[in-house]
């Protein structure tokens, strides 16, 4: 006889996906608006049909099983479906919009400022910029896709490498026209560096290049890179910012790069969104845009750098 298979609880599924994003019942129940009683249970009978457990506790914590984690992103992939599902019923408005997310610093200095040619060709996408610090979280938010700086280590998502980055200095061309002379790494030294976040990378880029820098070495600390690379646009002194974020100043004159000397930054940015949207014709559009803009810049810090 054969079997005739039947879907799992929906309600079970949202409740295994939200205890397994948040490694707690008692946060999933408030997030789905239910009792953590109610979610264990839930999550007991989907551990009852599958045979597995989903769920073991190590050192008084909640984590994964192997099988879980093995689940999980079929899981996923079957909610979002039901909400691109949803989309479609909703008509041509919901298709045309496209809601984005990316780091304040990249929206700033990277991605507004282009927004214009992408606006004049694809005048039928609804696009919808909203910046955040903090990755957002697809099954949660109504998100179409993200521009993420990390690794690149999200298996259960789509990931297209947009940008690599190196470190280097910038600073205002009215810094340079004064003295003291800067012909070396050492020479930065005698000018006031601004840091982004703390010092560190500072320190770090100068020790690559074997020169020391005191812990508590003069110059402004800002907690934003935007505003680090404004302040060096203002005259103020040299940041050491990534590649990405300064394209557009270094290509308007606005600041340039007074030393040839730079080293590999350690992420990197990408183009991110669900499996299930990763062939939409809005996303596969704005991601066509957003390699031809990454290419551009390629092409112009080549020629940049071999000036320097």
Known sequence: MIRRWTPPSLTALRAFEAAARSLNFTRAAEELGQTQGAISHQVRDLEARL??????????????????????????????????????????????ALTVTLSPNFAAKWLVPRLGSFLETHPDIDLRISASA????????????????????????????????????????????GEPPLRGPADLLRYTLIHDGDRSMWRQWLTAFGIALEETSPGPVLNWASLAIDAAVAGQGIALTRSALVARDLAAGRLVRPLAEEMPAEFSYWIVCPKANANLPKIERFRSWLLAQAQVDRIDMERQHKAA
């Open 51 to 96: 045979g597995v457990k989903l769920f073991e506790r190590q050192a008084r914590r909640l984590v994964l099983s192997e099988a879980a984690k093995r689940y999980l992103p079929y899981v996923r992939d079957a909610l979002q479906q039901l909400r691109l599902g949803e989309d479609l019923l909703r008509g041509s408005a919901a298709q045309s």
């Open 134 to 177: 903090q990755h957002i979280d697809f099954s949660q938010h109504d998100i179409d896709l993200a521009i993420r700086h990390g690794t690149g280590d999200w298996p259960h998502l789509s990931v297209t490498r947009l940008i690599s980055e190196t470190l280097f200095p910038v600073c205002s061309p009215r810094l340079l026209a």
